[in-house]
């Protein structure tokens, strides 16, 4: 009879120890399917924010290259994608995806100032200066992602 027992119980520490090496293995395959799936978001994260700098300096460049000649002929509003020619960065209203997967647009607001030069909402139009604000849009799982930086740039030159 004691063997009876003993085997008995053997098949039950069998199937718990194959019960605790099922679930040991079924929790490591998921954390690292969630860490992979971070580790994806915080690439593409990475990526946009490369992106939207790129964009500024992009748009910087169009400054320094004529105030008169690439910034005046945007209008404040509407939205403009950058293209690079293999020489100077270009605005254009067609819209240009990056890799198939990012949309990167820029657009362009009046500045007004009051009476000690400060920007405010409503006062007088300054001609020498525009907010830019860059948007670097994407398709993830959860719907569209959508990253902006604003800045304030001056005629310079």
């Known amino acids: 009879m004691s063997k009876k027992t003993q085997n008995g119980f053997g098949i039950a520490e069998i ?26 978001n915080n690439t593409t994260n990475i990526q946009a924010a490369f ?22 002929p945007l209008n404040a509003g509407t939205n403009y994608y950058l293209t690079f020619n293999g020489v100077t960065w270009k605005a254009t209203t067609t819209n240009i995806f990056i890799d198939n997967f990012y949309e990167r647009k ?42 902006n930086i604003s800045t304030y740039m001056t005629k310079l030159f």
């Open 15 to 40: 199937v718990v120890a194959v019960a605790i090496i099922a679930l040991s293995i079924f929790g490591l395959l998921t954390v690292a399917s969630v860490s992979l799936k971070t580790l994806r």
């Open 51 to 72: 992106l939207l700098e790129e964009g500024v300096e992009a748009v910087k460049i169009l400054r320094d290259s004529g105030w008169i000649a690439n910034i005046v």
């Open 106 to 147: 820029f657009v362009l607001s009046n500045v007004n100032r009051n009476g000690n030069d400060d920007i405010v909402a409503s006062g007088t139009l300054d001609l020498n200066t525009k907010k830019i604000t860059v948007s670097v849009s994407w398709l993830s799982q959860t719907g569209t992602t959508t990253k």
